[in-house]
């Protein structure tokens, strides 16, 4: 038949003989964080190693020192319990929650000066804070959690758009950090709402907790998604705070609104607590949050 | 070229390098552009991994090629495996999984050549590959699919004849089926 450069030359051409050109980049960009994430596994690695034998040592020699003293051994135990912990946080995990406030504005009246029921929007003293106290509850809890506090409002105002257009910016910002971090898992988008205080609070045990609901946009592609994601933090805050979640709304249908909750699927909107709760109230409700968030991380 | 220290940069060079020539190796090897492009995705996932115990005076590029050879292999088992499920009821759904203008693009001739290809014996049809396509010398066979250089000689010359055999009868068969 064919002789052998013939043979190949056909075996060639029956082939493809490029790879798409989403593939190449895209396997460029897995290997580029596989590399990365080994990089930083054998630096913890070595970091680890290195922190703890000079832990050792400490300990030895402060132990030879002050063997006799007791109060000294009990206040050695204590630096040594407070290194090693450092040492974790060191780990640097990769953030998985992502806390963001589009109505950064978003203030509550009994936190502001006068009591003045129309002034409901603060630069400084808003919704930002609880964003802030859910990541810091998070970071408890060790789950890594990155908090934007973009004064959203001001950015409007540079740009000369509208409150309506806050979205668009903090579409900016979210597409900035997944780009940054392709760690993150889930949105939250902190707002309050207009309800009053008897509607939006709820004792529980004797203490007072701003109440929380959950949005989710019926027009993305994600709303499946991010709806069971929801429901299932509805569902945990009913069996740890029965009462506290107001249930999972769904909107975006008209007029149309994505909340940008088809940037990454587990997005959702939430409302802690309205205009006359406090700082107090709903700090505890993010507290609460953050417990739940944590179950909810551990079950994936 | 090579630095070690640096994971990220290294990769990505060897990855720009080679993964054109691995892709072709595997492309032939499966004969299916979706598998080649997992298989060349899996060769890079096992070269990075691997990378830190590189030893420097290998050749690179022989040594990328043995792991593709392994993946190629273990792919070709997994596939055998499955295909004792798909030989009974499932035919009948596969033909539904190829999307039409794949079918047109695949002439007969495609056809017979992946055909006869995947008949080969995965050593025959690695050692054909290495040399025909990828234009290796009998001495980087040998290296890649560490055996002696006169085994990829005897293994080459059979492979071919095999090859060529096959195909002169399945091309055969098209003429008396036309008849």
Redesign the interface.
């Known amino acids: 038949m064919q002789n052998e450069k013939e043979l190949m030359k056909m075996i060639k051409e029956s082939h493809p003989q490029h790879p798409g050109k989403d593939f190449i980049q895209s396997t460029e960009n897995m290997l580029r964080q596989k590399a990365r994430s080994m990089t930083k596994t054998t630096r913890v690695k070595k970091y680890s190693l290195a922190s703890s034998l000079i832990l050792f040592f400490a300990f030895t020699f402060s132990w030879l020192f002050f063997f006799n003293g007791s109060e000294a051994v009990i206040n050695l135990s204590n630096t040594i319990g407070r290194d090693s912990l450092s040492s974790t946080a060191l780990n640097d995990k990769e953030p998985i929650v992502f806390i963001y406030q589009t109505h950064n504005v978003e203030s509550f009246i009994p936190e502001l000066e006068g009591n003045n029921v129309n002034k409901v929007y603060s630069e400084d003293i808003n919704v930002t804070s609880v964003g802030k106290e859910l990541e810091t509850a998070l970071e408890e809890r060790e789950i890594s959690a990155i908090h934007d506090d973009t004064n959203i409002s001001e950015i409007l105002v540079d740009r000369n758009l509208t409150f309506a257009d806050s979205y668009t910016v903090s579409r900016e910002i979210i597409q900035r950090a997944l780009n940054e971090h392709q760690s993150i898992m889930m949105l939250l988008d902190i707002h309050r709402d207009a309800s009053k205080k008897s509607e939006s609070t709820i004792t529980i045990d004797g203490m007072d907790f701003a109440k929380i609901g959950l949005v989710v946009s019926k027009t993305t592609e994600n709303y499946e998604a991010n709806k069971a994601f929801a429901s299932r933090i509805h569902e945990k805050l009913e069996q740890l705070y029965p009462g506290l979640s107001q249930g999972v709304f769904e909107k975006g249908v008209n007029p149309k609104n994505t909340y940008n909750q088809d940037l990454q699927e587990n997005s959702v909107l939430l409302n802690i607590g309205g205009v006359e709760n406090t700082f107090e109230e709903t700090y505890r409700t993010a507290d609460a949050l953050a417990e739940v968030i944590k179950e909810i991380i551990e079950e994936y | 070229m090579i630095d070690l220290k640096n994971?990220?940069s290294s990769?990505?060079v060897i990855?720009?390098e080679h993964?054109?020539d691995v892709?072709?190796f595997l492309?032939?090897f499966s004969?299916n552009?979706n598998d080649?492009?997992d298989l060349?995705?899996e060769v890079?996932?096992r070269v990075?991994?691997s990378l830190p115990n590189f030893k420097t005076d290998t050749n690179i590029k022989t040594w990328i090629f043995s792991i593709a050879k392994h993946v190629a292999i273990d792919h070709y088992r997994k596939k055998k495996f499955t295909a004792i499920f798909k030989d009974g009821f499932f035919t009948r759904l596969e033909s539904k999984d190829k999307k039409p203008d794949e079918e047109l693009e695949t002439t007969e001739?495609?056809h017979f050549?992946?055909e006869a290809?995947s008949r080969l014996k995965p050593n025959h049809r690695a050692v054909?590959?290495l040399r025909?396509?990828n234009e290796f010398s009998v001495k980087e066979t040998a290296a890649i699919l560490q055996c002696s250089e006169s085994k990829v000689k005897v293994d080459y010359h059979r492979a071919?004849r095999d090859?060529?055999r096959k195909?002169?009868v399945e091309a055969g068969e098209v003429f008396s089926n036309a008849k």
């Open positions: 994971l990220e990769i990505i990855y720009n993964y054109l892709f072709r492309v032939c004969g552009q080649a492009e060349t995705q890079f996932i990075l991994k001739l495609e050549i992946h290809i054909v590959i025909g396509i071919l090859l060529k195909l002169n």
